[in-house]
């Protein structure tokens, strides 16, 4: 098994990506802290849940030092958690962008900096971006921007911890079959139109999977990518270069 023993935390962990990759690092021989705004579905043997949100900094410091302190210390974190937000430039309000920020990019900084202290050696990070970091989206500027941001947060630390054995990466999904995904095209005017142009994007002309997604968090963990550090992986049908 590629994990294990491993004491991972994965946040976003009740749906969508966050929920396969702590699956799937289950199966792999991990324990496994998830972590979400509610409450996980029971991972089984080796899998502890928390409600947390991610945006407030007293709830992460606790959940994350107590994920820690059940666990004996932490080797990885997997930032999954995040929202969208679909509205043209003109009428985003400042609430509307701080919002959008607080979740995708200055949570995860919280998680990181948290973690630290319970990192018991060398760790991983993988931060989930977007393939909107890497290509813009019409209407999601405040995601945009924040995943974009995620990027490079993911460089500097990934150049700041290096010398303390810790490593951090970048993974940029395209449009993923997750529930978030579903409600940004279920609740347009016209969700049939809009779910062509969701399949537009890919070269391969088709939904990614959470668990294909998970499968490069996994690969990013493991000691198979110790010498990988500060990248970003695109797995997103070929959306980035399409």
């Not at 992460?60 to 107590?66: G, I, N």
């Not at 509205?87 to 949570?107: C, H, I, M, Q, Y």
């Not at 990070?125 to 813009?136: H, T």
């Amino acid at each position: 098994m590629r994990l294990d023993g491993r004491r991972i935390l994965v946040t976003g962990a009740a749906s969508g990506i966050g929920l396969a990759t702590a699956r799937l690092f289950l199966a792999e021989g991990a324990r496994v802290a998830m972590l979400d705004r509610v409450m996980p579905p029971d991972g089984g043997a080796g899998a502890t849940g928390r409600r947390c949100d991610i945006t407030d900094p007293d709830a992460v410091k606790r959940a994350v030092a107590e994920a820690g302190a059940q666990m004996g210390g932490l080797d990885g974190v997997v930032n999954a958690a995040g929202c969208d937000l679909v509205r043209p430039f003109e009428a985003t309000r400042p609430k509307d962008w701080s919002s959008v920020l607080a979740v995708n990019l200055t949570g995860a900084m919280l998680v990181c900096q948290a973690a630290l202290a319970a990192f018991a050696g060398p760790a991983s990070i993988v931060n989930i971006a977007s393939a909107a970091a890497l290509q813009p989206l019409a209407n999601r500027s405040a995601y945009c921007a924040a995943k974009a941001g995620l990027v490079m947060f993911t460089k500097a630390l990934a150049l700041e911890l290096a010398p303390r054995g810790i490593r951090a990466n970048a993974l940029c999904p395209g449009v993923v079959d997750t529930p978030m995904l579903r409600a940004s095209w279920e609740g347009a005017s016209d969700p049939d139109a809009a779910l062509r142009e969701v399949l537009s994007r890919p070269a391969l002309g088709r939904l990614g999977q959470a668990g294909e997604i998970a499968e490069a968090a996994l690969f990013l963990t493991s000691a198979a990518c110790g010498f990988v550090n500060g990248a970003t992986l695109a797995v997103d049908g070929g959306r980035s270069f399409h």
